[in-house]
């Protein structure tokens, strides 16, 4: 009975051990959920000071560019952002960089807009396509280079192609979204194709990356969905003309 009594003392112990262990380890979870919640308010506080001196820096460089330039008075908030984010917000720089834009907008595009009669050949070659949103809410846009034909005298139309196609993108995207996604297509690119000027004077308006990968289908569901991916790269949605959106 004696022994009994001891192995009971025992297991009482050692469960009583057990509980005092268990109760540890639950103040432990609780106090890294306490520095994860402390180091999440961190990040907020830090993105909402962040958001706010990004919003002082628009009203400066806002107020700045309108008395330079008083057209600048038609451009939203999130243009001047763009530019501010592009030269890491540093007002002076993308003021320059703002001013420059509208000085050239309104030589290169007097009108306020390209019209497709201003394009018509370019269109007619069929390279350019608009399909939906990428998982990030991007508009997706498809462009074969193999399709190019250099003609006399294009260089001027390929950089108004360029405006027109980037006119588009921008309408088509979703309130807040800075970014589009570009598939650079090269099938059929070659000699016939090359066209060096072109490729230059597009340049100095946008710059593109072309990516080459075995993988396509696979590297493009990463970050566009099936339902939007272009069928020609094994999604569901058929291509759509950039002058057709």
Same mark, same amino acid.
């Given at each position: +009975? ?14 009583? $051990? %057990?509980?005092?262990? #268990? ?10 959920? +306490?520095?994860?919640? %402390? ?22 460089? =806002?107020?700045?560019?309108? #008395? ?19 030269? %890491? ?16 907008? =309104? ?30 809410? #991007? ?39 800075? $970014? ?16 060096? =000027? ?32 272009? %069928? ?14």
């Amino acid at each position: +009975m004696e022994k009994d009594k001891v192995k009971k003392i025992e297991e009482d112990a050692m469960e009583f $051990k %057990d509980c005092e262990e #268990r109760e540890m380890e639950f103040k432990d979870c609780e106090e890294r959920e +306490m520095e994860f919640q %402390d180091c999440e308010e961190e990040k907020e506080d830090k993105i909402e000071i962040s958001d706010e001196i990004e919003r002082s820096k628009v009203g400066i460089m =806002r107020a700045f560019v309108e #008395r330079e330039d008083p057209s600048a008075k038609n451009v939203d908030d999130l243009m001047i952002r763009r530019f501010l984010r592009a030269r %890491d917000l540093d007002i002076e720089k993308a003021s320059t960089m703002f001013l420059k834009y509208l000085s050239w907008r =309104r030589t290169f595009v007097p009108k306020g807009f390209i019209s497709e009669s201003e394009i018509s050949s370019q269109l007619a070659h069929n390279k350019l396509f608009m399909q939906g949103l990428d998982k990030q809410g #991007r508009p997706v846009v498809v462009t074969f280079g193999g399709r190019h034909k250099p003609t006399k005298g294009n260089v001027e139309e390929v950089k108004r192609l360029v405006v027109y196609a980037l006119e588009k993108i921008c309408a088509r995207m979703p309130e807040g979204q800075e $970014k589009f996604v570009a598939i650079g297509d090269l099938e059929g690119w070659g000699y016939s194709s090359s066209d060096i =000027r072109a490729y230059m004077a597009s340049l100095s308006i946008l710059q593109i990356v072309f990516v080459e990968n075995k993988k396509l289908t696979s590297t493009l569901l990463k970050d566009i969905d099936n339902s939007q991916l272009p %069928d020609i790269y094994g999604g569901k949605l058929p291509l759509v003309p950039i002058q057709d959106c």
